[in-house]
Structures are given as structure tokens and as C-alpha cells.
């Protein structure tokens, strides 16, 4: 199978990230790459990490530009997938990295997005119940935020097995690239280095409801979720550390076993073994996940926490994996569970 | 008034930052400075930064090389400082930047730390109640520790209000320089850039204790802290992201107005503007401590945020403020509130 | 004496670090600050490190806003200072830290900036022959560049003894504080962590004829200036590696004979001892200079490396030293040698 | 072809770097991983970020464990692979990684290293002039250091064509797992973090002979060379900044002639657009090296930099290579020009 993929956003970070797996995969061949505002420029200014690339020149984002292509991947901002998803038709495998297609509930996407609500595509993390069903031959999917990828892989065990109380509280360290390419004061690189600063504090952080619609699937209730981002001195990767109540009897081996259980034949997940806790830098540039949980009897909490790199699972390599199921190839086709390290 | 200090412990980061301060303090005169491992090496070798000190040697520590002095700061391993604090007697002013004498509970001392009680000294948070009228004319302070200083901070007001359930959660990012001077692999500069990994998870790190004792003296009642420590890939700061239950009735109003009162004639504490976050490199170098807080109504908590820096207020600065304290001079001698950002 | 100062550029970051220094300078009172496109912003949003300042309102750069004041410091884009000073009247203090007035040579001045000559003031590094006396009683200062205040010091005592050749050839490392506030791609905390990147290469920075003009005065014959800056990823620091053949005879005492005689009373230039060498990270938030030098007998070179701030002696510390000189204070009124490390 | 490759020394950066390359070499099966102090444990501890090999155990080096491989890379500390290599036989491919094959003269290993030389292997520099030939078939195999491969990269072109005179000035910024993964105070987080320093100057680098050896061979000259080695805060990356004066009639075209024709054909050097320099950061992780060149025309010195990674391309990539020539293998097997990035 030789599958022509065009991406439309491919001077950001998630459009690199997303070429540099491309690149490598066998079964993909790179057709057309569009970004407006740098239309025109060769990719090797842009991207100057893609050498084989280097001579290629973005092209305008337009119905014509993305026409012929088996998989379009759309790195846009938020609300504008829907009228590019339209003009591509019903037979192209439209892969949608931003926002617009993850909520089922229209009032939490107008809430925190401020638009009408376009829709609810399949959900593009395999890993949780029923998402690999539905991503099999989709030609729509709607790639999930970085941090509800971290958390949810993070939580969904526990909430699966009963064995957490639906009051997750999560504080996530990102890297700086998940904030984006478009130059802001607070993120330059005198104001991230040396610094830990929160944001999106209380609740108002966008991918909030994508937690509690995860977690609370996996629950069969309504969880809530204190939500706390906070910006590492790093490029990539996210650490999310998260915890709820214990449920009653809870014990170290209840917990280790359901993780045991839900991720015993996930090929990018890893449940670490007892003692060894995640950290962002043995996931950088790969597609795994790592997992580690712990039973605070004294504070009646389990802790689960997970590092991965979120433009790669937590992005581009999560758009890549869930492609790969919709299309039919073996899931983990041209991604890698080996990190860049140290 | 000269006060004359010695300093044991002079060549790690605390030891360190000690000096960077007294150098700066008016009524101090540097005295004898030791350090075991690196007796008889230039200060100029060890603390390349502290140029007026270039000069002078490090000694052995012992009782003669600390007699004589008005004030001894101890920065030792757990465990060593009753033993020099007794040969110093009782009318020297022993103020001690290790663990040994922070926790009132013998069996919490022996649970964490595996050795037998040595007391309880006068605790330096001054900022807490009733710790800056038992500081003074004290001739022992016990400084607190780097985490239990930004979290109880972040969060008394809110206890003493009555705001806050009994159920802290607690996820703290640190500079590597928390960590200490002795080489280990994991602090190798290759492993910390570009990382961020969680340790002592579970309820297991040593200052969890000396949280719970504040926490619970300002709620009145028994506080549990599920208490998780990352390893941020910098060299100082403390962000100390934590959260409760938040009781009946609760409002961003009546929380606010709790910071506000309980900060409002603290010279170090700086309740930020609302909309405006802690981050870490703005307390960079200072005794300065930044604080927010806010209400997450869909989530029922309050969520408290403090930055510090780990070696200024979180343990050199901290010691100065009490010893200043404790001699009757103006608590901010010698300290500042300007960070050295970016 | 009481000086009261007017900051004109305050929200950029040589501008709030020449606030940190006027805030414990026992001698100045903070009078006006400007800056155009954040007037009528809270210091407090921008400069929060400064929290003394915090609620202090930014007004426009002009004029009436600056009039009043025994001094002003200008830190405003090249090519602006002209104009604001000639309003300023001839007895006001004016201390300019933009490039506008370094330059003896109008044509390096014109190949380099693109623009008429503005003139020449008196050069603000006072350890450079005649620049002391020259700042005495001045109503006018030059502030020196970042990378020609770490490059003449490295090499000044050379070239005055006679033993370097005029073939320098420098490698400067800097961090990207250097390169402003004003957002841009490039200068993202993402593209900055984790790569050493050059920049200006090739004898087109602007700096190249300010060190070309220092060098040659201390050597007094005309020397090439081969310089390539570098940006590195930290905020702070410029590490100025130098080198140039050595002269008939030279050897390594003579060659630290010249230093040490040099900088023997030199407040705030130390050259190091021999077999230490100079870090970036030693002299962070300080005024000191750290210098050490060797030489390469195998190639027959002098390598002279030294480390400054330079946002503190490589911008608002210079600019303080020198308005000291120019005030008839003590040289190192508000200035401190020591570093805020690790 | 079904290569069977032990690894000496898996425990370290340069061991684990190699094996992330060999997990996705498609004709290498890893067979022995062996580390002396890390004996006995799992990968997974040692080398987190290799997840398929998490599970595999060191075992000692030794004769035994080594035996039965096609090929045997050593990643031992200088001086040791002699030993290890007379007891592997002649049949056994051995890559040594370590520097005790690389120079010519004994005379310069001896003053360099202190010890007998131990022989001259083919150098795994297959760009430099007749290298490659020299690799074809060959059964041991010498890896350059790391700045050697940056630096001898970045000038031979220039000295091939006789543009550069023999006076080459180096200055190199590297990554901190240039200098291993035994714990030192100077390589702690909290001390190269937002620090750059200078070590090894004045012509001691180990590293000097054979950038002299490599460069004099291109220029047909005995060539000198200045190399001062930095530390910056980064994990991994060199960027070169070489210069040599420039010879009678070099022009900017004649310069880029040269090196447009020196690397017209080789898969892993790229010479960028002009106007574009390297960064570390565009060859993280990839055996790519990204040069650019340039004439200063004022000072009269031709200006060359490169960036490599200094694991893959100056170590682990640069040892792949040089086994894919030698075992016959297209010479880009299993190796990568895509860099990951930001």
C-alpha cells in the first residue's frame, strides 16, 4: 500500500513533528504541504531538522493544494478543520490534530471555545475502550489533546477497575512546544529557561473537558477534574502527575494489577516496574507512554503518573498510530517506542 | 551590633547561598568556615561566584573552629547537628538549616528518618502563626524545609480561614539545586536538562511530615497531604502547585480576602494580582515568596500557587529572616524581595 | 547626595535590570519610567521579579515624562538617543544604553547601522586606558556593547603589553537575554533550549568595529577582529573566548604578569588563578568579570577568555559604574562581585 | 545479511546511544550488552529510554560474553580495548569508540594519553580523503572523537582546496554527555544549567592531535590548531566555529566551490543554502552534520562551523557507518538525516 498524505500546517511544530515520522514510515509518501502565512518558503528554513525535505516549498492551504490525496492531516488552528474536512470529500481520511471534532457535548465546546460546535469525530486514542473500534476504517478522526492523551492514559485503569474516586486532581508539566511556533513574550527563551510558571489555573484550561470526558467514560460517572498546567524549562514532553481518592480496599496490588491488565498488550503504553517512576526525556521523539501508580494509604490517594512527548504520541505520533488503524496497517507502522535520550 | 557567624557546611549549595547573603548583611561578620570533605580548599575553588570570599580556606569541623561566635549556622547531613549544637552551648544562637529538629512528633521523625528524635527547636517560618514571636531572643531555630516552605505558605491561609478541606494535594517542581552537591547520576546535568521525572512518590519523601504538622496546626485539625516532588530541569526554584476540598460556601471573594489578610503586612509574601501566576524565576536569587490562589468551582477545590526560590527563602534566606528575628533586628536586614530574572 | 533617575525603556530587559540595580543603590531615587508600547502597564505585569516596583505605571517616552531628573538612562533602539538627549539639556546626566554614541568612526558607524553619525561620547568601560578619567564630571556616557565589554577585557592587557599580534579571533557565547525582549521565531524558549546556534558570522555584527575600535586603542596599531557570536541556551551570560598569535618572546608568566598588573585594582575584574577558568554561571546577576589566561605554545597563540553578565556588566551595571565615575560616587556604589549560583 | 553485534560497555551514553541505532538497523541483531559496575542489572534501569531492550541484562565484559558476535563494539575507557581486542581474533569486526586507535604517532598519544600506544586503526571517518576506502573489508575500525569528526568536517574542504593557511582557530560548544556519565561535581544539573564554560585550554585537549593529524593530512602541511572546548547547557550537540586565515585570493565563491564539491555526494554532510548557519538542535538525534562557510574579507580568515549530534554522528552514528562500509552494507543503513526538533 502506498498512501499520499498531504498536511496542511507544516511549519508548526505539530507539522514537523508529523513529517518527521512521515518520513520514515513505509508506507507513506508526502504529497502536499501547505502553510499560509510562510506559503512560498522552503521547508528547510523552516524546518531545518528534515533535511530531506529541505528543497521542498510550502504551498497555500487550499481545497486544490490538499485535492488527491488518500490521508490529509490538518495542523490548523482551532475552528477551521471543518470547512477544509468538507471540501476534501467522504472518501479521504481526514486526520484532525487541533480541537474541533474532540468533544461529544456541544455546550463544553461553546463554553470553552467560544464557537458553534462542528461535530464529534472518532476519537483517536486507541488505547482507551472502544476508540480502536471505531478509528478501523474511519475516514474522520479527531486527534486528541496532549494532555488529555498524558492523563487519560494515566487515569483510565484505575477509573476502569473502580478503584479511583471521581475527584482527579492532575498537575501536567509541558514542555515549551506545546504552546506553539507563533513567537509570544512569555515564551521566549530567556522568560521559560530557568522557570516554572502555571497557567490556564482553575478550571478554565481548554482541554479540561476532553479529561473529564475520558475519565469519566472510563468511571461510568461523572468525574471532575482540578486541572493544573504548568510550562517546564524544556521543548518537549509532558509529565502528568495525577491523583483521586482511593475506593474502599483499594490496595498496591488491586492498583498495579488493573494497569497490569489494561496495558499488558498496548504497544506504546509501559507500565514501568515498581520503584521506577516516568520521566520526559526517555520518551522524547518516541510514541511511548510511560506508566507508573502508586497507593498513598496515609492520604487515601492513588497516584498515577505519565510521561510522554507531546508532539509525538502526544500529537503527531498519535495522529500517525490512529491512521494506521483506520487504514488498516499495523498500529505501531513506522512509529517507535525508542526514546532520544539522554 | 556585628554579630560574628560561622558557617559548617560552607561548600554546598546551601552553605553557599548562606554566605552570598551574610556577605550583603550588615551586622554580620564572617567567621570560621568548615566543611568536612573539602577542609583546606580555597572558598574561590568551591564557590567560584562569592569573589569577596575567594580567599579564604575551609577547616575541619569541630567544636574550636566554631567557637567563638555569635551565631553558627549549621548546614550538615540529617542527624549531625545535635551533637555540634551541644559542645557550642546554650547562650550561641544555633540556627540549623537540616531536619533534625523541624518535626514536634518523635514517631514522624523516627518513621522518615530512621533515627532517634533529637528535639524540636523554634520553627523559621515567622510568616506562620505564632513561629515569629518564638523566634525571638531564641537562641536555636530549626529552618524549615524547601517544599514544606512554599506549600505551607501557599496554603495556611487558607486553612486558618477555614477554607480548605482536610485533604491537601500537592504536586511541587524543584530545581536540581534541592537536591544537593554530591554527584549522583540521575542529578548529571545530561539526565536533568530536558527532563521532568517525579521521585519519592506515594506519601514516602521526608518532608511530607513537616507539612502535615503545618497544615494541620493552621487547620486545626488532622490534614492529609498526598505529596508528589518532580525534579525540574533547573537550577533553582521551587513551584508548588496545591489544592483542597473547598468547604461550604466558599467563594474567589472570601479566599481572596484570606490572602489578603494574612499577607497584607508580610515583608516577604506577595499575594500577586488576580490574573497574574507565581513563576519561579521571578523569586530567582530573592527571599521574596509569590503567591495565587483561585476557586475551581466545577471541580469544588481551591487551588493554591506559590514560587520560591528553594535556596533563598526556602532555606538560606529563610535562615537569615529568623536569626534576624531571633537577634532582634529588622526581619528583612539583608534581604531582598528583587528576583534576578530573566 | 540623592540622584534621582529617570529610566527611559523600562519594560525591556536591560531596562529592568538597570531597575534592580537602582532599587538597592543607596544613592538614587527612581524617578520616571517610559516605554512606548507598554505606557500605562503596571511594572508589576512585566518586571515581576521587581516587586518593590510593582505598582508603578509605565508613562511614554518624552520629554516632559523624563525632565526633572539629575540622570537619565536611555535604553531605547539605536538611533532614538539623539534626539531625547538634545531635550534633555546639556546638565543632565544622559546614559546611553544603545549603540548610538560608541562609535569614533562615522563611517563604521554608517557601514554598520545604516544611518547618519550621531557622534561620540565619552565610552563607559572604565578599565580601559583613559576611559576613567574620560567619565570624570561627563554629562554624557557611552555604555559599551555586551560582547566588546567581554571581549576588550579578555584582551585588553595583551594588546597594551605587547604581547598579542592583530589577528584576534573571538567566539563569543551569549545568552539570549542578549538578543531582547521583542518576541521572534528564533528566540523561542523551543528553538533556544537544547542548541548552540550562530549568528552575524563573518565580520557583520554590529559590535565587530566597537572591538576593532577598543583593541586597537590598546594596542595602538590597527587590529582585525574576527567575531562570531553564538546563542546559547540560558538567559544570562556572555563567555568570551579570544585569541590572537603571540608575540616574539611571549610566555606565560609574562603573559599573566600583564593581567595581574592590569587588574590589580580594578574593582570588579578578577583574574582567576591559574588552572581555574572562568564560568558564566559564576558571575550571574553580578558586576565582576571573570579572566583567565593562557598560552598555546604549540600554536603559537595567546587564548584569553572571559565570563560577565550581560545584562548586568555587559549593560546596566556598566551603565551604573560609569554614571558612579561620572557622579564623583565610589566607582562600586550599588554594584556587588558576587553571583547568585548555582 | 544477519549481523550479530555485542556491545562493550551498554551502560553509558555513548553504549546506549549505539544501541538505539542498532534497535532499528535492519541487519543487526543485538546480542551481548555487557558494563562492568552495572552488572547484572536490567536495561530498563540503566537505559530507560530503550524500551524494547528494557528487559535485557548486563552481564561483565569479557572474552565470553563477546565471543560469537559478527562485530563487537567497545565503549570502554581509554586503554582497555587493546586487551579486549587481541582476545575477539582477527575474523571479529571490532568498532572501537574509544581513542586508542585513532592517532598515528605514538609520540602524540603518548604525551596526550600517558600510556604505550596500542596502534593505528582505519579511521571511521569515511568523508575525509581516502577514509572509506580504507574501511572497505576492514576488520577494526578506530571512531573519531567527537570534535574531531565536527571539526575535521568543517575545514578539510577548505584546506583540500588550499583556502585556509595553517593557523586553524577552533572554538567548540558540546553538549554535556560529551564528557560521560560518571558522576562529577562540575557536570551536576545545578552547575551547567544556564552556565558556559571553557575547559581543557591552551592545546591539552586530548582531542588536539587528531584534529592536527586530520587536518595536516587535507592541507598536505603540518597545520596548528587552537581548540578550546566549552561546556554548554544542552545534553547533546557540538557546534564547531573554526577559522583559518584565508589564503592569497579566496573569494566567497571560490570557498563555496570547494565545499559544494567535497560534499556533493555524501549522504550525511550537508552544506546549507548560504545565509543559513547550523544549529545543534536541527541534528538531535540524526547522523546528519549541518555545515556552512563563510569569508570575513576585513579580518582576512575564512570562518567554517559545523553541528553535529556528539552521540550519533561524532560517536555511536559515525561507528554505525563506518560498520555498514566495512560489512558492505549501503552506507546510510539503520542511520538517519532527520533530527528531532525543537
Known amino acids: 500500500m502506498t498512501v499520499r498524505a498531504a498536511v496542511a500546517g507544516a511549519s508548526g511544530y505539530a507539522g514537523g513533528e508529523l513529517l518527521r515520522l512521515l518520513l520514515t514510515h513505509p508506507e507513506v509518501e508526502i504529497g502536499a504541504l501547505t502553510g499560509n502565512s510562510n506559503a512560498g518558503k522552503r521547508l528547510g528554513a523552516l524546518q531545518p531538522q528534515l533535511l530531506p525535505l529541505a528543497d521542498r516549498t510550502l504551498s497555500e492551504t487550499s481545497a486544490e493544494a490538499l485535492a488527491g490525496h488518500d490521508v490529509v492531516f490538518l495542523a490548523l488552528p482551532h475552528g477551521q478543520s471543518a470547512a477544509v474536512a468538507e471540501q476534501l470529500g467522504p472518501d479521504v481520511l481526514v486526520v484532525d490534530m487541533g480541537a474541533d471534532f474532540r468533544l461529544e457535548d456541544a455546550g463544553d465546546w461553546e463554553r470553552f471555545y467560544g464557537s458553534p460546535h462542528a461535530g464529534t469525530w472518532p476519537y483517536g486514542l486507541p488505547e482507551l475502550p472502544g476508540c480502536r473500534a471505531a478509528l478501523e476504517g ?184 490512529s491512521m494506521n488503524i483506520a487504514l488498516g496497517l499495523p498500529e505501531d507502522t513506522g512509529l517507535s517506542t525508542i526514546g532520544v535520550a539522554p
Open 138 to 321: 474511519s475516514k474522520r478522526i479527531a486527534v486528541p489533546g496532549c494532555y488529555p492523551t498524558a492523563v487519560s492514559l494515566a487515569l483510565y485503569p484505575a477509573y476502569a477497575a473502580g478503584l479511583a474516586g471521581p475527584d482527579a486532581v492532575i498537575v501536567a508539566a509541558s514542555g515549551a512546544s506545546g504552546a506553539g511556533r507563533t513567537p509570544k513574550p512569555h515564551l521566549l527563551g530567556s522568560e521559560v529557561m530557568g522557570s516554572m510558571s502555571p497557567y490556564g489555573v482553575g478550571g478554565v484550561h481548554r482541554h479540561t473537558p476532553e479529561m473529564i470526558q475520558n475519565l469519566s467514560a472510563a468511571a461510568g460517572e461523572r468525574v471532575t477534574v482540578s486541572f493544573t498546567p504548568t510550562l517546564a524549562p524544556m521543548s518537549r514532553g509532558i509529565l502528568a502527575t495525577c491523583s483521586a481518592t482511593a475506593t474502599e480496599g483499594v490496595t498496591g496490588e488491586s492498583l498495579r494489577a488493573a494497569y497490569t491488565k489494561a496495558y499488558a498488550d498496548e504497544p506504546f503504553v509501559h507500565l514501568l516496574p515498581e520503584g521506577q517512576w516516568p520521566a520526559t526525556a526517555s520518551v522524547h521523539g518516541s510514541n511511548a507512554v510511560q506508566v507508573q501508580v502508586a497507593h498513598d494509604e496515609a492520604a487515601g490517594r492513588i497516584i498515577a503518573i505519565s510521561a510522554i512527548d507531546n508532539l509525538t504520541k502526544g500529537t503527531a505520533g498519535g495522529a500517525v498510530q
